[in-house]
């Protein structure tokens, strides 16, 4: 029987993937600029010695044989890796070392680029990284038999199509606009937020975070919080790391980016430890997996229970007298804060569809070769005017502002925005599925939600689709009826 050997070679597929993932994380948040190059060709080393484990001739013949007998984990496992064998064998080992290098080169002259808002300098890294992209686009297209953006898409969120992407993103692009506009009238009837006075320094903010990361459940014996150009979480399940930014003038970005990692980190610890070194003991998808940020972050620790058990803890650590900008009421104002942004790290759960819906229709383009990288900063003003409603002034916090092209990953956008319509889906299930839900959470009690999450969708791993994880949790495959209706809620007094 054949199956054993494909679990075993996976195992070590899987324990180097791991290794490699925490070097990306050393390269990213620790290395010296002096030792970069040094990772980077370690990187390419691994990543070669990676593509030769994957496209091992072995595995079409483990494949073919006789696989009878096997249950549904097995069998699960062994279709996650029949897809990722086809991926493994569409590209050349030539390629796959190319993208590493070119990919690693162009995130190491971002980093100080971006600082100097020089696109002019960035450009040929990405114009090479975007032509390797192409490249990489096509060679699969031709071998799983579909269109070049397909082909990257399944990488990142297996049984998504692009077609049906389109047609949520259209829906939620037509509802946006007014639905913006509606909001920011309603919030202008409010009283004024309170801005509170910093600077606050990165030590307290550091407490803040790792205070309530904690309360939500993020385990400090495997994991651990760092500080890096872009927030993230990378590592192993049984290490994970995540990191995020701090700005001494305002404490809320790298709060709540802190909560959106720990989200991401609690998926990683709670995947099926049975499983740990095989495809189907991963995620889902990054739609599945940003779910499970976007649920903290947004859904949960926006409400006005979470503020409630928040505002001491951040009374105590910035503001020990307190005042009127500390109050629970004026600090739940202030998370729930809309506005026309141009940072989508930063934008607020009603606007962020928008610089995403943004980001996901130019990288089509890219990849179609119907967009050029030289064309690109005006093609993004031009939709941030569009869908977003502002312009801005410099590449900086325009098209320079992320780093997910510059590492290669195309295909991978639409999984926040399709994440935050899984998160809306999902929570609103444990609402109805767990007695006074916001009580816990005003007590800091993230127990019974943790608990949900766990047997919902951590334990299954990559056994289901996100959309089979979601008809198991909600009943319903996705769609944006629950994530409009918890913005109208939310932001409007609407009851749904």
Not at 218 to 224: I, L, S
């Amino acid at each position: 029987m054949s199956y054993p050997a494909l679990e075993a070679h996976f195992g070590r597929i899987q324990r180097l993937d791991d290794a490699m993932s925490m070097l990306h994380w050393d390269l990213a948040a620790m290395m010296p600029r002096g030792g970069a190059e040094a990772r980077t060709e370690q990187m390419a080393a691994l990543s070669l010695i990676r593509h030769e484990l994957a496209t091992d001739a072995r595995i079409g013949e483990w494949l073919a044989a006789e696989n009878g007998g096997l249950d549904d984990w097995q069998a699960a496992n062994r279709r996650t890796i029949e897809r990722r064998f086809a991926h493994a064998t569409a590209l050349p080992a030539t390629l796959v070392e190319a993208l590493t290098r070119a990919t690693a080169a162009c995130e190491q002259t971002w980093r100080e680029a971006r600082g100097d808002n020089d696109f002019a300098t960035l450009r040929p890294k990405l114009e090479a990284v975007v032509s390797l992209v192409r490249e990489a686009a096509a060679a699969k297209a031709d071998a799983l038999g579909v269109g070049r953006y397909q082909a990257l898409l399944d990488e990142y969120d297996p049984g998504t199509t692009v077609e049906r992407i389109d047609g949520l993103f259209a829906e939620l692009a037509d509802w946006l606009p007014e639905t913006i506009d509606r909001v920011l009238e309603a919030q202008a009837k409010k009283p004024a937020i309170i801005t509170p006075k910093g600077p606050f320094a990165t030590d307290a903010q550091k407490a803040v975070g790792k205070a309530l990361m904690a309360a939500i459940g993020f385990d400090f014996d495997n994991g651990r919080l760092d500080v890096s150009h872009h927030p993230f979480c990378g590592g192993t399940p049984d290490d994970v790391r995540i990191t995020t930014r701090y700005n001494e003038a305002d404490f809320t970005s790298a709060l709540m980016g802190v909560i959106h990692e720990t989200g991401h980190a609690l998926y990683e610890r709670g995947l099926p430890a049975d499983w740990r070194y095989q495809p189907v003991g991963r995620a889902a998808g990054m739609s599945a997996h940003e779910s499970q940020s976007l649920l903290m972050e947004m859904q949960a620790c926006r409400t006005r229970a979470f503020i409630e058990f928040a505002a001491p803890i951040l009374r105590q650590h910035f503001a020990p007298e307190g005042g009127p900008a500390w109050t629970v009421d004026n600090l739940h104002r202030l998370y729930t804060h809309v506005e026309r942004g141009l940072i989508r790290v930063d934008a607020d759960e009603v606007t962020y569809p928008a610089h995403v819906i943004l980001r996901y229709r130019l990288e089509k383009q890219l990849v179609a070769g119907t967009l050029e990288v030289a064309d690109l900063p005006e093609a993004w003003r031009a939709g941030m005017i569009e869908l977003v409603g502002i312009a801005p002034p410099d590449d900086k916090d325009g098209c320079m502002q992320d780093i997910h092209w510059v590492d290669g990953i195309f295909g991978y956008f639409p999984t926040y925005t399709l994440g935050a319509m899984t998160a809306a889906q999902l929570f609103a299930a444990a609402r109805q599925g767990i007695d006074d839900l916001e009580g816990h959470i005003a007590k800091g009690d993230f127990g019974p939600l943790v608990g949900w999450l766990r047997e919902n969708v951590h334990r299954w791993g990559a056994r289901y689709t996100t959309d089979e994880l979601l008809v198991k949790a909600t009943g319903a495959p996705l769609s944006v009826d629950a994530f409009k209706a918890h913005i109208g809620r939310r932001y409007l007094g609407e009851e749904v």
